[in-house]
């Protein structure tokens, strides 16, 4: 068998991958540099290459553009730290067969090396070139799945289909498969079909004739004349009215339109990205959407992941935003101190990466100093940190909160694991509650009734309190998300990547949280 190899500058990474591939008894090389590489591949050629991305004289992308040139058939992984837009377009640009950004789980780098020895030489990517992208930012795996298919559609003119969440950026990712497909050079034209009123939007799309209706003093082009040779951009197409969802569809279909009052077919080289945040299928269940135009468009469909599913993202996005409203507003750029980022981490954004770019735009005029601290945040985040909002709002603040369960003291809890509550309980399990029991306040459990998880975390804080303890809540949390951790891991027998799914965090994050909270994971299985 052919071996597998690794190129990196960091020692540290060519051992831990050497010693994982061969685990699994595939024969692995390590090199230091591309250098060292190409001049290998003049007598051998390994059934894959794993290379970094960044190093000493020749990077991975270079060592990838000659191993193109030399090897096309050889399937190539990069890997990098630096997790953007740039990287993963490059990469795929490249003809690489995979993009694996640091830090990475061994068990989800082995397994994507194992599927690239599998189907050898089979895996088609087509990129792209860029001129910069630093609005689109993201190292959550959500996000890593969103710029691979930037990368792989934007050099087809495949009408796309883009969902999320209001305030996502659904209009960002728009603009990213224009700017890195063919028709960059030409017209973006962007329309939000439910921001036009009804009796216009036809006149917006398609134009109208001089006379054709009232006030019509003049020939006028529609958006789709506009974006001609380029990309129409329809955001909340959900939105747009019965009767102009069949004049859409005749154009998808058969690519000419008229215009209002015209008599002449207008051919309509444009290719259309559509986004909205409902759901087309219950629409068109509704009878509200045609059917025919749902599949007309949903051709591939792009779902845009809402900021709590990528909570690790939000310290970069709030950098970047700050450093922009300080540009904006010629001031020096502010920062935000450890507690003020859980703050943030931990808000839910209901209004996603917009409600976050606002909030940095507030700090950026309000906050008093230029380290910002959890008591200088907006009033709604505040609120949120002290309970004081409502907890519908709150529940959204872990993805799938409904679906957690803690257990409570119990023989099987793993060792370590802090007890919370009386003794002499019996040992069970209580669903997460989603509004706090009326007896909650100077809270005592009736005789007969088990106490809920919420009783008797408010006992424990109660006495926590009473008794002076510093930083309650820091403690309690800490001991909260221990115990949900250790237990996703004893029910996936210590699997990080599928615990944190489970959890609904990232795997930076689970992996980040074992090493901050010091939890021993050697017992676990």
């Known amino acids: 068998m052919r071996p597998i190899w690794v190129v990196d500058d960091d020692h540290s990474i060519r051992w831990v991958l050497q010693k994982a591939i061969s685990r699994e008894g595939i024969p692995c090389e390590i090199f230091s540099s591309a250098a ?10 390994p059934q894959v290459l794993v290379s970094d991305i960044r190093m000493p004289g020749q990077s991975g992308l270079d060592l990838l553009s000659k191993v193109r040139e030399l090897q096309p058939d050889l399937p190539v992984i990069i890997m990098t730290a ?32 194992l599927r690239a020895v599998r189907e050898s030489q089979t895996e088609e990517f087509v990129d792209e070139t860029d001129a910069a992208a630093p609005e689109i930012l993201g190292q959550a795996p959500a996000m890593q799945e969103v710029f691979r298919a930037i990368g792989r559609l934007s050099q087809s003119n495949v009408t796309v289909l883009i969902t999320g969440e209001s305030g996502a950026g659904k209009e960002l990712v728009a603009r990213a498969l224009h700017r890195h497909s063919p028709r960059a050079t030409q017209p973006f034209i962007a329309l939000n079909t439910a921001a036009i009123p009804k009796d216009l939007l036809e006149s917006e799309l398609f134009g109208h004739e001089r006379g054709s209706f009232t006030g019509a003093q003049a020939q006028r082009r529609g958006r789709f004349e506009q974006a001609e040779g380029g990309t ?18 005749r154009v998808l279909s058969d690519g000419h339109f008229y215009r209002v009052g015209g008599q002449q077919p207008i051919k309509a080289n444009v290719r259309v990205i559509a986004a909205t945040h409902q759901d087309l299928d219950e629409r068109v269940k509704q009878g509200l959407f045609r059917e025919d135009l749902y599949h007309r468009l949903n051709v591939i469909r792009l779902r845009l992941p809402p900021l709590r599913e990528r909570q690790e993202d939000i310290p970069i996005l709030a950098k970047h935003f700050l450093s922009v409203s300080a540009r904006e507003l010629g001031t020096e750029t502010k920062r935000l101190s450890e507690a003020a980022v859980r703050v943030i981490c931990e808000f839910p954004f209901p209004g996603n990466v917009r409600q976050l770019e606002n909030v940095c735009r507030w700090i950026t005029v309000m906050a008093p100093a230029q380290l910002v601290e959890a008591r200088d945040l907006p009033p709604e985040l505040k609120a949120f940190q002290t309970g004081a909002l409502p907890v519908a709002e709150q529940a959204p603040a872990t993805p799938a ?13 793993p060792a370590g694991v802090p007890s919370v509550g009386a003794s002499g ?24 009734r088990s106490a809920s998880w919420l009783e008797l975390l408010f006992l424990e804080a109660e006495k926590a309190l009473e008794s002076g303890q510093p930083d309650v809540m820091d403690a309690l949390t800490a001991q909260f998300e221990t115990t949900m951790i250790q237990a996703a ?12 799914q489970r959890l609904g965090i990232g795997r930076n994050t689970i992996t980040r949280k074992i090493q901050d909270l010091n939890i021993d994971v050697k017992d676990i299985d």
């Not at 060292?36 to 050629?45: F, I, N, P, Q």
């Open 36 to 45: 060292e590489v190409l001049e290998r591949l003049e007598t051998e050629v």
């Open 489 to 500: 891991l004893k029910a996936t027998h210590g699997k990080r990547i599928e615990a944190a």
């Open 232 to 249: 129409l951009f329809l955001d909340e197409i959900g939105d747009m009215p019965a009767e102009l969802q069949t004049r859409l569809l």
């Open 401 to 413: 909160a409904s679906n957690l369960w803690l257990a409570e003291t119990s023989p099987v809890m």
């Open 425 to 448: 309980m019996s040992a069970g399990k209580y669903p997460f509650e989603t509004s706090a029991p009326e007896t909650m306040v100077n809270a005592q459990v009736p005789v007969g």
């Open 82 to 113: 630096y997790s953007d837009l740039d990287s993963a377009v490059s990469a795929f640009q490249g003809g690489a067969f995979e993009y694996l950004p640091k830090p990475f789980d061994i068990e989800k780098a082995v397994e994507l090396i």
